[in-house]
């Protein structure tokens, strides 16, 4: 069991406030998810020239002090160009015009155990172990920014409780996803994908899921697309959230056994696993307030 809990706002003027609505929303979802929370934000939208790498340092000795300014000049050093980083306490946001895998394959080699969290021109991307209120302010998440962002909490059940197992999950740039539910077939998923040269990070059956659907985004697909090629090919119980750089998508299994409630008004949609996460948003009286069907499609862009 876990929670997910997902926000898009329709008004420039909402933006500022996007961090402050949400938070409320997260701690909601605690009794569902207590072990783990995380949050990914998509807001500011870097040049093409450049690329947002999200890094967590918490899984190296000593990672809380881990640092930062030296990494972006040991790069620099490295590499050339011009990098910049926006320290978190164990998590930062790494700016740089350098080529994206390059920078990567460097981090790798250089710090085996730092954790890549995402990669993209809009999304940043904070999660970690502990209850969604320690998580959400250890990074502040009150103070997030941006036209759309998805959020879960976790109650582990297939895998260990760790950050890296932590939601959302990311592949490619500007994708992630988030779970309530379980895969029966992650591992087949997996063979199928591997001999495309798609390399998996965790035995979290999430991860499956969205490196299956980011692949298909990859090879050409709408995400309308991806999504109906992801009922043919992930099999078992599941409602999912996904972010991309101009989107929210939600879909549930064909037996719709995971929870979903969708509020939406003329100044946001907002996606929660229970409606008590969606009481305190602004006009929620006066909002269509619906249960998505099974197997359906459900795609919100930023206007």
């Known amino acids: 069991m876990c929670g997910i809990v997902g926000l898009l706002v329709k008004k420039t003027a909402l933006q500022a406030q996007l ?33 947002k790498i999200s890094l967590y340092s918490g899984l190296m000795e000593h990672g809380d002090h881990f640092d930062w300014a030296g990494l972006a000049d040991a790069l620099t050093d490295a590499m050339g160009g011009k990098s910049s980083v926006q320290p978190s306490g164990n998590h930062a946001v790494l700016t740089t015009g350098l080529d994206p895998a390059a920078v990567r394959h460097w981090l790798k080699e250089r710090h085996p155990k730092l954790h890549i969290l995402s990669t993209g021109r809009a999304i940043d991307l904070y999660k970690d172990i502990g209850t969604p209120a320690q998580v959400a302010s250890r990074y502040n998440f009150s103070s997030l920014t941006g036209t759309h962002l998805v959020g879960h909490t976790r109650m582990a059940t297939e895998s260990a409780v760790t950050p890296d197992r932590a939601h959302p999950f990311t592949a490619g740039e500007d994708f992630c996803l988030v779970h309530n539910g379980s ?121």
């Open 19 to 51: 961090g402050k609505l949400m938070v409320p929303m997260l701690l909601g979802m605690t009794e569902r998810g207590p072990d783990s929370a995380g949050m990914a934000v998509f807001g500011d939208v870097v040049d093409a020239t450049q690329r």
């Open 183 to 303: 895969l029966s077939n992650p591992y087949g998923v997996r063979r199928m994908l591997e001999p495309h040269g798609i390399h998996f990070d965790t035995d979290n059956d999430t991860e499956a899921a969205c490196r299956f659907l980011e692949w298909r985004l990859r090879e050409g697909d709408s995400l309308k697309a991806a999504l109906q090629k992801g009922f043919e090919a992930l099999d078992g119980f599941y409602t999912f959230l996904m972010g991309t750089s101009t989107e929210l998508a939600l879909i549930r299994d064909p037996f719709a056994c995971k929870p979903a409630v969708v509020a939406e008004t003329d100044d946001y949609v907002a996606i929660a696993s229970e409606f008590r996460s969606l009481a305190h948003l602004p006009g929620i009286k006066n909002a269509k307030v619906f249960e998505p069907a099974p197997e359906e499609m459900y795609v919100w862009s930023v206007q």
